[in-house]
T-cell receptor
Framework: SAVISQKPSRDICQRGTSLTIQCQVD?????MFWYRQQPGQSLTLIAT?????????ESGFVIDKFPISRPNLTFSTLTVSNMSPEDSSIYLC????????????FGDGTRLSIL | GENVEQHPSTLSVQEGDSAVIKCTYS??????FPWYKQELGKRPQLIID?????GEKKDQRIAVTLNKTAKHFSLHITETQPEDSAVYFC????????????FGGGTRLMVKP
């Protein structure tokens, strides 16, 4: 499976600021995703990061709040903009690796706390 | 879209006992069902998956069963150990470009020594 490096691993931010999370994969992958996991909850897909085009956002998530970049097949960033305490969560990068079942694997996540 | 329900939300077993976690899905087109284990503070880790053309799959102490007709699938862990304590997530999708995984709500498994 792919090695997925995500940084920062955690951060404490002030209300109203923005933070960019990076996700680096050790091999080229077609599909990269960004998830949010609120405390004690399941995984919620924010968007699919498309290489060379705009990300595809799920219902309830918008580009202005969560801009995403995908400059190549091994790297993506998620920015959490104008943060509020409700954005305190774990943000996870995920990739779909080639294979019969196209399994999906996750990075270690970024634990974000907003004061 | 797909909806995945997972039960129970918490499960406590004695070490050595078996644990069963059940999921139901709504979209009969779904044909891929992975299970993830997430230890506290760690990433979700894929532990086993099954395609809809298979009824059961085993990997050492874990097994997954699938009933396509009833649209439910289950994770079975035998001879549980304290290190099995974690949150387990089921998921479902239709294996086609553009179709994403839909996750269940998770089950917190506690194995008491």
């Amino acid at each position: 499976s792919a090695v997925i490096s995500q940084k920062p691993s955690r951060d404490i931010c002030q209300r109203g600021t923005s933070l960019t999370i990076q996700c680096q994969v050790d091999s080229q992958v077609t599909m990269m995703f960004w998830y949010r996991q609120q405390p004690g909850q399941s995984l919620t897909l924010i968007a699919t990061a498309n290489q060379g085009s705009e990300a595809t956002y799920e219902s309830g998530f918008v580009i202005d709040k969560f801009p995403i970049s995908r400059p190549n097949l091994t790297f993506s960033t998620l920015t959490v903009s104008n943060m509020s305490p409700e954005d305190s969560s774990i943000y996870l990068c995920s990739v779909e690796v080639p294979g019969r079942n196209q399994p999906q694997h996750f990075g270690d996540g970024t634990r974000l706390s907003i004061l | 879209g797909e909806n995945v329900e997972q039960h129970p939300s918490t499960l406590s077993v004695q070490e050595g006992d078996s644990a069963v976690i059940k999921c139901t899905y709504s979209d009969s087109a779904s044909n891929y069902f992975p299970w993830y284990k997430q230890e506290l503070g760690k990433r979700p880790q894929l532990i086993i998956d099954i395609r809809s053309n298979v009824g059961e799959k085993k990997d050492q102490r874990i097994a997954v069963t699938l009933n396509k007709t009833a649209k439910h699938f289950s994770l079975h862990i035998t001879e549980t150990q304290p290190e099995d304590s974690a949150v387990y997530f089921c998921a479902a999708r239709y294996l086609s470009a553009g179709n994403m995984l839909t996750f269940g709500g998770g089950t917190r498994l506690m194995v008491k020594p």
